[in-house]
């Protein structure tokens, strides 16, 4: 069973840093693709990052080079580092796996609070 536990979410002041991980279990994570999605009140979940198996990034549009996801190999486990941020940062945000050949199986974590304000 594939399970997904993402950490470091809170609060940040406008131009804060604050750096998330999902540390990934019952997948070899070598040949997984990590996804990074956020979901804000009222919004539709949306892609932020996604890191390929080969360790390649995509980003969102909105993301604007403030934002840097990564994998570890050795710790399984995948980070976002977030700079820059706003108060429309504030979401909660969740990482997905799936194995790469299989992309129609993916798995979830339960999700971190990020909130930004004044």
Known sequence: Q????ESGGGSAQPGGSL??????????????????????????RRLVADI????SVGYGDFVRGRFTASRDSAKNTAYLEMTGLTPEDTAVYYCKAYHRSDPGRESWGQGTQVTVSS
């Not at 594939?2 to 536990?5: D, E, G, I, S, T």
């Not at 998330?20 to 999605?37: E, M, Q, R």
């Not at 390929?52 to 360790?55: D, Q, R, Y």
């Open 2 to 5: 594939v399970q997904l536990v």
């Open 52 to 55: 390929a198996s080969g360790g």
């Open 19 to 44: 750096r998330l991980a999902c540390t990934v279990s019952g997948i070899a994570f070598d040949v997984a693709v990590v996804a990074w999605y956020r979901q804000a009140p009222g919004k539709q």
